[in-house]
């Protein structure tokens, strides 16, 4: 019998000590020092976590930028997310478990972020450079997928729009401008609607990964 996936999470009181929030938040430093700290992420079976508003997956949501247009997709059939699955998405990312964790060597906020690249990797392939910067957080209670989870959400800016993708799920993958997106905005998934609001904001913030 397969064993159970495990995924990263954080007790959901962590974050209403950071500082609860609907939306976008911006003080990124501030939120991570809280996720982050020694012995606060654990790991607990994905069943668990996604009927338990109590815990909070760690998601990282990468949203890829090239000269003024974003990486989107639509997620097809074979989203590992069902509930998503038709909706067009500008975010990469999904849940980071316990082999991502693999390095000892490591603290937990090192293998988040090597668990990230190794990520993007398994669903696309990026043919070029690009700086990887933390922008924010994103957290949305006001449904059943968003009320288990926290994005945190990277901005990889890209000097070519060089990028392939690797995963079947992923359709009609494509570079649009904010306002080719606006256009489309009904059908986002909610985490993509919500960062929409804030792309400009998130291409000049200052925090940085590395």
Known sequence: M??????????RKVLEQAGMFQGLAFDVERYLNHLFAPG????????????NPAYKQL?????MNCDGKYL???????????RLVGNRSIGIGGHINPADDAIPLFGI????????????????????????????????DSNEVGSVHLG??????????????KEQMMTQMTFMTQTE????????????VLCLGGLDKM????????
């Not at 998601?59 to 949203?63: R, S």
């Not at 989107?72 to 069902?82: I, L, P």
């Not at 945190?152 to 993708?165: E, G, M, Q, S, Y």
Request: with cysteine.
């Open 2 to 11: 397969a064993q159970e996936e495990q995924v990263l999470v954080v007790e």
């Open 40 to 51: 606060i992420p654990r790991f607990i079976p994905r069943s668990q976590a996604e009927k």
């Open 59 to 63: 998601i990282p949501y990468v949203i």
């Open 72 to 82: 989107s997709y639509v997620r097809g059939k074979r989203a590992g997310e069902g």
């Open 109 to 140: 906020y090192e293998a988040y972020l090597a668990a990230v690249e190794r990520e993007v990797a398994e669903e696309v392939s990026v043919e070029t450079k690009y700086i990887n910067r933390i922008v924010a957080l994103l957290n949305d």
């Open 152 to 165: 945190i959400v990277h901005c990889w800016t890209l000097d070519a729009p060089k990028v392939n993708r």
């Open 181 to 192: 997106l606006r256009e489309v905005e009904d059908t986002l998934e909610t985490w993509s």
């Open 203 to 210: 291409i000049t913030a200052p925090m940085s990964a590395d």
